[in-house]
């Protein structure tokens, strides 16, 4: 017998005749899974199927593309097994591309494969039931390591650990350099965003909330090892993400005491902290989070404990540059009379200086007791001065 004839249009196709088989098969069975009544929970099952058709929908479109063209420009007979499969393949590819595009409310011109992607992560992410045996198990399905809010959350847990693995100390300089802080300030409205995305995520797969309060009771646990998958590069994110939102609450706290920053402001009362100690001519601003007069007494109180810190020269301590700045800061407190039980306790903590160089003298004879800051502040200049 004689070797087999060749198909000429296969032989057209320079070798990539192959190809056309292999994705029939794919589009012809997940055309069948997307018109089952169970859809979503057949699917799930094949993932590795959808994750074929992404790996290879390139190439296969590719081919169709330049094969197609040719067989219309040059009449390539429809009833040749190689040119019938072409055809086939395209109606069941575009077929899958209207079925995925209808099943998730999306556009039928989108590509294929980022239909595939969007189609694998919606299977991935339906709400379920998920006992406790399996809930790692469904965090490393959830959470693969392509997920781009997880590498950027990843990737934020790095540079927090980075900063933050050594002991620091709250009431000398802020121990970062100019970089360090520019880096932490950039990083972390983008990693925060992308931490609460990964959470939401994993909350909208197990309504019922174990999955979520399992892994966050295992991220207050200190990384013992470098994450090696999904799970544990949040959890090693979020550790360091508390770690660090934990100490640099410790900081501020540490130099507007007694005045206590709400949680909304301390962001913004950080970021200023990061400039101001080392340029003291730089305004806290007022902000949509930040009343004005706000700002000027955590000016105010801030300037109180960088006067007293045991770290400066003694030059720098009552300087008549601080107390321009003391006397500024306590005008713009002054312009609300609502300033609470923090207004009190920087108006006590100025009476206290006060006395406390008063003692001794016969300047506390003629001291007399204000309700407004800036009185306070000038009293407080004569005394140290």
């Not at 909304?264 to 806290?284: N, Q, T």
């Not at 301590?317 to 601080?322: H, K, Q």
Request: net charge neutral.
């Amino acid at each position: 017998m004689g070797a087999p004839v060749e198909d000429e249009y296969a032989v057209r196709l320079e070798g990539r005749a192959v190809l056309l088989e292999p994705a029939r098969k794919r589009y012809y069975r997940l055309v069948l899974e997307l018109a089952d009544s169970r859809w979503e929970e057949r699917l799930r099952q094949q993932l590795p199927l959808l994750r074929e058709v992404v790996a290879t929908h390139a190439e296969v479109d590719t081919l169709l593309a330049y094969a197609l063209r040719r067989a219309e420009a040059e009449a390539w007979p429809t009833g040749n097994p190689t040119v019938r499969g072409l055809y086939e393949v395209r109606s069941l590819r575009d077929q899958l591309v209207r079925e995925v595009a209808r099943k998730l409310g999306r556009s039928a011109l989108e590509p294929l494969g980022r239909l595939m992607i969007a189609l694998e992560d919606w299977l991935l992410t339906i709400p379920r039931v998920v006992p406790p045996q399996q809930r790692w198990s469904v965090a490393l399905e959830v959470l693969p390591d392509s997920l781009p809010a997880l590498r950027e959350a990843a990737e934020f847990g790095d540079v927090l650990a980075a900063l933050f693995a050594q002991p620091m100390l709250l009431t000398g300089r802020i121990p970062f350099s100019g970089a360090q802080r520019e880096e932490l300030r950039l990083w972390w409205p983008r990693g925060e965003a992308s931490l609460a995305s990964v959470w939401n995520r994993l909350s909208g797969v197990d309504p019922q909330g174990g999955l979520v309060q399992d892994l966050r009771k295992q991220a207050t646990r200190p990384p013992r090892q470098p994450p090696r998958n999904g799970p544990e590069r949040l959890l090693h994110a979020e550790y360091w993400f508390q770690e660090a939102r934990s100490r640099l609450a410790r900081l501020v706290q540490t130099r507007v005491a007694p005045l206590v920053p709400e949680p909304a402001e301390s962001l913004e009362v950080l970021w200023w902290l990061f400039e101001r100690e080392y340029a003291p001519h730089v305004r806290l601003l007022s902000s949509e989070r930040l009343e004005d007069a706000r700002a000027g007494l955590i000016e105010l109180a801030y300037e109180l404990w960088d006067a007293q810190r045991s770290d400066i020269p003694e030059e720098e301590r009552w300087s008549p540059s601080r107390w321009r700045r003391l006397e500024e800061q306590a005008w713009r407190a002054d312009e609300s009379r609502r300033s609470g039980p923090d207004g009190k306790r920087v108006r006590e903590a100025l009476r206290e200086l006060i006395q406390r160089h008063g003692i001794g003298t016969n300047a506390l004879r003629g001291w007399w007791d204000s309700p407004r800051l800036v009185e306070l502040v000038q009293q407080a200049r004569e005394l140290v001065r």
